[in-house]
């Protein structure tokens, strides 16, 4: 018992509490009286007096000893709580009922989103209609690859298909950015830091995804004639759309809540000034080619994608590129250090195009460099930097893969290889780039004097 809650009153020649027993010796006062004074767990409000409940929210008291009870409940009451109460007070510590009102928001707009898509492709008569559900539909535009599985009495066969074409990712990354806008209160995210808590609305997202992506597997049974008939089973992973789900939520997230906070005086944020960096020169690429396109076409021929979808994905693979990670095309691997392999995929004006991206990448990572010692003028932010700027190329790596890849087995004997790829390893660009960012922005850290 904490004496410093009780209404008792002990005389100075009492060494010992009557109740329990509690040491009276090193007691200065003669009464200790119980403390009033209340704290609202929602909005933080104090109150003095036998208020039961908050004037602000209509939230429920409590005193403001159990609140600070609360917070050290680890270290003082651990031996005596069960793992049932253990339990539940860290489910209280995640706020889940507070976070998840976005994520689920934007999860229930896409649904919405989703059915205009199917009953469009309805109307339209297109046959991939029976092959599509709601949780199919959302799963793709969250870029999540889907693995189909055939089998009849010819043979087995397999798929897997991930086309992750960026543009789509306008369509969640405006909804997630509204969502977070409006459901996301400036007063929760007090004394909170922001990355942290980005990171945790981005990842209820994506195990919302991942329950999504259980839902969406489908069993279909395709009549092949009089005789045959095949099963095709069409299934996610799990894994990947809460991968998925987190790495595409994340940048929203964090924007809105920067929004929220950025009147809050804070001390240099490499993170912004990371996330800025790679931000300008994926738009800068992406503003050149589409100059590029009104001057000269110097890319992509008649037969080729429509530009609203080329352009964006182009340009992603063209940051990449032009941070050192080679990117496999088909069965070739070009790089910066292979460029004359180049040629026969692009001609000469795209390729001297980016020569020029390239120099002009360098150069902003050398000037980052110069900016980042004039602010905080030390070392370790050096690492930081790269460290986040490997981490958000490696991330645009893991989303812009197309891969068709797999053996299919219809109603022929022998089994058809099927072979295509565009992108990058996330794993091995997430260490180029680090590498590459490090010694640039070293360089242009050593290059101010002041």
Same mark, same amino acid.
């Given at each position: 018992?904490?004496?410093?809650?009780?209404?008792?009153?002990?005389?100075?020649? !009492?060494?010992?509490?009557?109740?329990?027993?509690?040491?009276?010796?090193?007691?200065?006062?003669?009464?200790?009286?119980?403390?009033?004074?209340?704290?609202?767990?929602?909005?933080?409000?104090?109150?003095?007096?036998?208020?039961?409940?908050?004037?602000?929210?209509?939230?429920?008291?409590?005193?403001?000893?159990?609140?600070?009870?609360?917070?050290?409940?680890?270290?003082?009451?651990?031996?005596?709580?069960?793992?049932?109460?253990?339990?539940?007070?860290?489910?209280?510590?995640?706020?889940?009922?507070?976070?998840?009102?976005?994520?689920?928001?934007?999860?229930?707009?896409?649904?919405?989103?989703?059915?205009?898509?199917?009953?469009?492709?309805?109307?339209?008569?297109?046959?991939?209609?029976?092959?599509?559900?709601?949780?199919?539909?959302?799963?793709?535009?969250?870029?999540?690859?889907? !693995?189909?599985?055939?089998?009849?009495?010819?043979?087995?066969?397999?798929?897997?298909?991930?086309?992750?074409?960026?543009?789509?990712?306008?369509?969640?990354?405006?909804?997630?950015?509204?969502?977070?806008?409006?459901?996301?209160?400036?007063?929760?995210?007090?004394?909170?830091?922001?990355?942290?808590?980005?990171?945790?609305?981005?990842?209820?997202?994506?195990?919302?995804?991942?329950?999504?992506?259980?839902?969406?597997?489908?069993?279909?049974?395709?009549?092949?004639?009089? $005789?045959?008939?095949?099963?095709?089973?069409?299934?996610?992973? %799990?894994?990947?759309?809460?991968?998925?789900?987190?790495?595409?939520?994340?940048?929203?997230?964090?924007?809105?809540? $920067?929004?929220?906070?950025?009147?809050?005086?804070?001390?240099?944020?490499?993170?912004?000034?990371?996330?800025?960096?790679?931000? %300008?020169?994926?738009?800068?690429?992406?503003?050149?080619?589409?100059?590029?396109?009104?001057?000269?076409?110097?890319?992509?021929?008649?037969?080729?994608?429509?530009?609203?979808?080329?352009?964006?994905?182009?340009?992603?693979?063209?940051?990449? %590129?032009?941070?050192?990670?080679?990117?496999?095309?088909?069965?070739?691997?070009?790089?910066?250090?292979?460029?004359?392999?180049?040629?026969?995929?692009?001609?000469?004006?795209?390729?001297?195009?980016?020569?020029?991206?390239?120099?002009?990448?360098?150069?902003?990572?050398?000037?980052?460099?110069?900016?980042?010692?004039?602010?905080?003028?030390?070392?370790?932010?050096?690492?930081?930097?790269?460290?986040?700027?490997?981490?958000?190329?490696?991330?645009?790596?893991?989303?812009? !893969?197309?891969?068709?890849?797999?053996?299919?087995?219809?109603?022929?004997?022998?089994?058809?290889?099927?072979?295509? $790829?565009?992108?990058?390893?996330?794993?091995?660009?997430?260490?180029?780039?680090?590498? $590459?960012?490090?010694?640039?922005?070293?360089?242009?850290?050593?290059?101010? !004097?002041?």
């Amino acid at each position: 018992m904490n004496n410093e809650n009780n209404d008792l009153t002990f005389s100075n020649h !009492k060494n010992y509490c009557e109740t329990d027993g509690h040491d009276l010796s090193n007691l200065e006062i003669d009464s200790i009286k119980l403390n009033y004074e209340k704290v609202c767990n929602e909005c933080g409000k104090v109150y003095n007096n036998s208020s039961l409940y908050c004037e602000e929210c209509g939230n429920e008291l409590i005193l403001a000893s159990e609140s600070e009870k609360n917070l050290t409940i680890y270290n003082l009451l651990d031996g005596d709580l069960n793992k049932k109460e253990k339990f539940k007070m860290w489910i209280n510590d995640l706020e889940i009922k507070r976070r998840i009102l976005a994520p689920l928001f934007s999860i229930c707009v896409l649904f919405v989103i989703s059915i205009w898509i199917k009953l469009f492709i309805n109307f339209a008569g297109l046959e991939v209609n029976k092959f599509l559900n709601i949780s199919s539909i959302i799963l793709a535009l969250n870029l999540v690859p889907l !693995k189909i599985v055939s089998s009849s009495v010819i043979g087995l066969g397999n798929i897997g298909i991930s086309m992750s074409l960026v543009s789509i990712l306008i369509i969640p990354f405006i909804i997630i950015l509204v969502s977070s806008l409006f459901f996301i209160k400036k007063e929760f995210l007090k004394d909170k830091d922001i990355v942290k808590e980005a990171f945790m609305l981005s990842f209820i997202y994506g195990l919302i995804l991942g329950v999504i992506s259980i839902l969406g597997k489908q069993f279909i049974n395709l009549s092949m004639g009089e $005789y045959y008939t095949m099963s095709i089973v069409v299934k996610y992973s %799990f894994l990947r759309s809460v991968l998925n789900g987190i790495i595409i939520s994340f940048l929203p997230i964090y924007i809105s809540l $920067y929004a929220k906070t950025r009147d809050k005086k804070v001390g240099f944020n490499v993170f912004n000034r990371a996330l800025k960096t790679v931000g %300008f020169i994926y738009l800068l690429i992406l503003l050149l080619i589409v100059l590029g396109m009104f001057f000269n076409k110097i890319f992509l021929s008649e037969n080729g994608l429509s530009e609203v979808i080329a352009y964006p994905q182009l340009a992603l693979y063209i940051l990449h %590129f032009v941070n050192l990670i080679p990117v496999l095309l088909g069965n070739s691997i070009i790089s910066i250090f292979n460029m004359g392999d180049i040629n026969l995929y692009l001609n000469n004006s795209m390729v001297l195009l980016i020569y020029a991206i390239m120099l002009l990448n360098i150069v902003i990572l050398i000037i980052s460099g110069y900016d980042l010692k004039g602010r905080v003028n030390n070392k370790k932010y050096i690492k930081y930097f790269s460290i986040v700027y490997s981490m958000i190329i490696a991330s645009s790596i893991f989303l812009s !893969k197309i891969d068709t890849s797999g053996s299919l087995s219809l109603l022929e004997s022998q089994n058809y290889d099927m072979y295509s $790829y565009i992108g990058s390893s996330a794993i091995i660009g997430l260490i180029i780039s680090f590498v $590459y960012s490090y010694i640039l922005i070293n360089i242009g850290y050593k290059l101010n !004097k002041e």
